[in-house]
């Protein structure tokens, strides 16, 4: 059968008879790297731009039409030593991105504004107390009025929009008291300089939004950083499909390409990428990240296959029923969607603060008017005084207070293996105190292991690790990986369903089920582990069995000691049967489990336990668990989770140990202190500032340096969420 | 005092020119990739290909 690989659906044009493609690539990490591709691809004739993105580990290529297949592109990376994958834009990325250049200009425009305003305020402070005439004052605030006020506008539109937002929504935020503060602080300014008088305030109200948009600017590029890992992730594991292009020829295609109606191949060893039925076929299929339960099930002519199901033993071909973005079981989504919806009435810290902050700000600048009107001064002085309230008190720090420990912490937690998918998940992270952790994938690894390896002798584990390479199934591939083998057996053959067989210097030797070998006096005799799969070996008449199953990572018992030392209530909840969940139970010391749990059931206990004020961390990564991460408190899952869970988790850790569920749950405690701490400080320092602001002696002199102090002792306070404890476990 | 007539625009000019320096940088794409950027700074040159042999 002819196979070919056809990434077209990727390749846009990039211009007069150029194509264009990008690519995800997987272990680029320094400048050897983007050198070594580089100069590797820009070898290939015809190739006009090869250019690698350090930040977000991507690759943009460019050659001469026609002349290239994008094939080729991955093949020369994958020569060099990178795993590559056609990248494609998701919209949720193009936003962010293009959101974060413009919060770029308009910082760009701020700080421009606040350094050539300061450039002439510095002057009239220093005139006011010596000898400036009136009339270069005068000109001096017109100029700065010139500058602030386009300045401003322009670079205030993402707190005016977001403020305009919210008021017409009827709710308030962090952006209408700034809003307020801004337009009141430049009007009054214009109207003195019309009047000639010594104060204008147009140099605090432009830092004040320069010092905003460094916040903002921080926190917008985590969650593009973020979301290019996380789009990273989805086309490198971006699954394919076999596709039937001819009656004898398949075809390698995105799965996005793939609609309803068409035929796939499934070979042993693969993933399902799509929901259908088989037409053609028999074998067995493994379930376990649609439904948790380990043992597998059988397809044929008939059975229904849904997208994530693994392909054990033999080649079937399915009719696509729903492809792409319908995959998705119905049920699963529906119960995700009404989970997330509950969630997002989250509300975040920053809001919470603004909520009583703002009426309390207003409030005060409307007492101090009339106040001071009360005790006989002017209405114009008055309302210069409240003014100058609003101004001092204008929520400068505080709008840096969170934004700056949020960036600070997802670069440590960066570094410890986790990484955000949401902004407010540090927050929801720091006051989980109940994780439920899901067995299969979670609490064990994804991939299977060689469980007796130790008491087989070396000799013969090589043998058969070589001999796994001519194999399909996914335990022959586990076999082959814990022997490293890497030079398969010549004339080996494979017996559909049975085992592999091959001649090795006169003597068969036989890799398979225990009665394909004639071991099966072997597994009688043996005391096994009723969730392993057993695999026997022989070569000639020596006979060894295999147990292979999947093993819990390496560091659990040590993580989950650690989290009960951390006093967080921790149960298992696992779609998977009994004896398997009991074992990982026992094993680890963790007293609550639940075994063959649906994924209704697993949100009914996560309810149940919100009912009694349980904050609740669900760590799962399997298709059943994304509706269960999503009506958690908070959710994470392994990098190797299946793409809706992973989605759905507010964060995604990688590599094999368990270590980051409890480094994050560290630095997120940490972070959600150092932002009450900042809170407390940028309030604080308007509890000294008010009174000064209330007594009217306040100049533009003042609040321009009482805004850059505590700013900057809000921003120093936010680096110490940097040196997160290192000791994890 | 008449320094300022030409002091103050010229300031700004400056200023104006930074801006736009900026603005241009942000568009070409400089920010895109800011820990490339860093390493590509101390980057080896490619060697000369196709270069004839010295020698």
């Known amino acids: 059968m002819h196979v070919t690989r056809d990434f077209s659906h990727y390749v846009r044009i990039a211009g ?20 070594k591709i580089e100069r590797g691809l820009s070898a290939i004739p015809d190739v ?41 834009t998701e919209s949720a990325e193009a936003t962010e991105v293009a959101e974060s250049r413009f919060l770029l200009r308009c910082l760009g425009v701020a700080a421009f504004a606040t350094m050539n305003v300061m450039m002439l305020s510095i002057p009239v ?48 935020n962090m952006d209408v008291p700034i809003s307020i503060g801004v337009c009141l602080a430049l009007g009054m300014s214009v109207v003195e300089t019309i009047h000639h008088a010594e ?75 799509v929901d259908g039925t088989v037409i053609e076929g028999r074998s067995e299929i493994d379930q376990s990240l649609i439904t948790g339960e380990t043992l597998y099930v059988t397809a044929e002519r008939g059975t229904a296959v849904y997208a994530g199901s693994m392909n054990i033993s033999g080649t079937l071909r399915v009719r696509v029923s729903a492809a792409s973005e319908a995959t998705l079981l119905a049920e699963i989504t529906r119960l995700l969607d009404n989970a997330l919806q509950a969630r997002s009435r989250y509300m975040r810290l920053a809001d919470r603060a603004s909520r009583l902050y703002a009426p309390v700000v207003h409030a005060t600048a409307l007492i101090t008017i ?54 407010d998940a540090i927050e929801r992270l720091a006051e989980a ?50 022997a490293g083998a890497r030079s398969p057996i010549v004339g080996a053959v494979e017996e559909a369903g049975q085992g592999v067989r091959a001649v090795v210097d006169g003597v068969e030797i036989r890799l398979g089920r225990p009665s394909f070998c004639g071991a099966e006096a072997l597994v009688g005799g043996a005391t096994l582990d009723p969730e392993a799969s057993i695999v026997a070996f022989s070569k000639g008449t020596e006979k060894v069995i295999l147990s292979v199953r999947q093993g819990l990572r390496p560091d659990a018992q040590a993580v989950i ?35 063959g749990v649906t994924p209704a059931d697993k949100i009914a206990r996560i309810e149940e336990l919100k009912q009694r004020g349980a904050k609740v961390l669900m760590v799962g990564d399997g298709m ?55 809170l407390w400080l940028a309030i604080g320092y308007n509890v000294l500032a008010v009174p000064v602001a209330i007594s009217g002696i306040v100049t533009p002199l003042i609040a321009a340096a009482a805004m850059s102090g505590s700013s900057i002792l809000v921003m120093l306070n936010s680096l110490r969420a940097r040196n997160a404890s290192r000791e994890i476990v | 005092m008449e320094i300022l007539v030409i002091l103050v625009p010229l300031a700004l000019m400056l200023g104006l020119a930074g801006l736009f320096a900026f603005l241009w940088s942000l568009r070409s794409g400089q920010y895109d990739d800011l820990d490339g950027a860093a390493w590509r700074a101390i980057a080896d040159d490619e060697p000369p290909q196709d270069a004839p042999a010295k020698r």
């Open chain 1, 125 to 172: 402070w220093s005139g006011n107390v010596s000898d400036m005439l009136p009339e270069q004052r005068d000109f001096f605030h017109w100029l700065s009025a010139l500058i602030a006020l386009p300045a401003a506008a322009y670079a205030g539109q993402p707190f005016f929009r977001s403020a305009w937002r919210a008021l017409s929504a009827k709710t308030t």
């Open chain 1, 433 to 482: 105190d109940h994780v439920i952790f899901d067995k299969t994938g979670t609490l064990t690894l994804p991939d299977l292991e060689v469980m007796n390896a130790a008491d087989i002798p070396p000799n013969v584990f090589e043998l058969a690790g070589r001999l796994a390479l001519s194999s399909h199934h996914p335990v022959a591939a586990a076999v082959a990986q814990a």
């Open chain 1, 48 to 88: 006009t731009l090869a250019r690698v993105n350090l930040t977000d580990r991507r690759v943009a290529l460019e050659w001469k039409q026609g002349t290239l297949d994008p094939i080729s592109f991955i093949d020369r990376l994958a020569e060099l030593g990178y795993k590559a994958y056609p990248y494609e």
């Open chain 1, 370 to 423: 009339l106040g001071w009107v009360i005790a006989g001064a002017g209405w114009h002085d008055a309302v210069v005084t409240g003014v100058a309230v609003l101004i001092i008190t204008c929520p400068c720090a505080l709008g840096l207070a969170i934004p700056t420990v949020q960036t600070v912490a997802s670069g440590a937690m960066f570094k410890a293996g986790v990484l955000l998918n949401s902004g």
């Open chain 1, 16 to 35: 007069e008879g150029i194509k264009h493609i990008d690519l995800a690539v997987e272990g680029v990490h320094c400048a050897g790297c983007m050198a």
């Open chain 1, 624 to 678: 059943n668990d994304a509706p269960s991460l999503a009506a958690a408190h908070v959710s994470m899952s392994p990098i190797s989770a299946a793409h809706l869970s992973q989605a759905t988790a507010d964060l995604v850790f990688l590599g094999r140990p368990l270590a980051p569920v409890v480094a994050a749950i560290d630095s997120a405690r940490k972070a959600l202190h150092l932002m009450r701490q900042n």
């Open chain 1, 199 to 273: 104060h204008a305030y147009f140099d605090a109200a432009i830092m004040l939004l320069t010092f905003l948009l460094v916040g903002r600017v921080l926190d917008q590029n985590m969650r593009r950083r973020t979301r290019a890992v996380a789009g990273n992730l989805a086309a490198l594991k971006a699954e394919t499909a076999a596709k039937f292009v001819g009656p004898d020829e398949i075809s390698q295609v995105p799965v996005a390409a793939i609609h309803p109606g068409d035929i796939v191949l499934l070979r042993p060893g693969e993933r399902c990428a």
């Open chain 1, 561 to 595: 000691a650690a989290l009960k030392a951390r006093n967080v209530g921790i149960e298992i909840l696992s779609g998977d049967r009994e004896p398997a969940v009991i074992a990982a139970a026992h094993a680890l010391g963790i007293a609550e489990w639940r075994a």
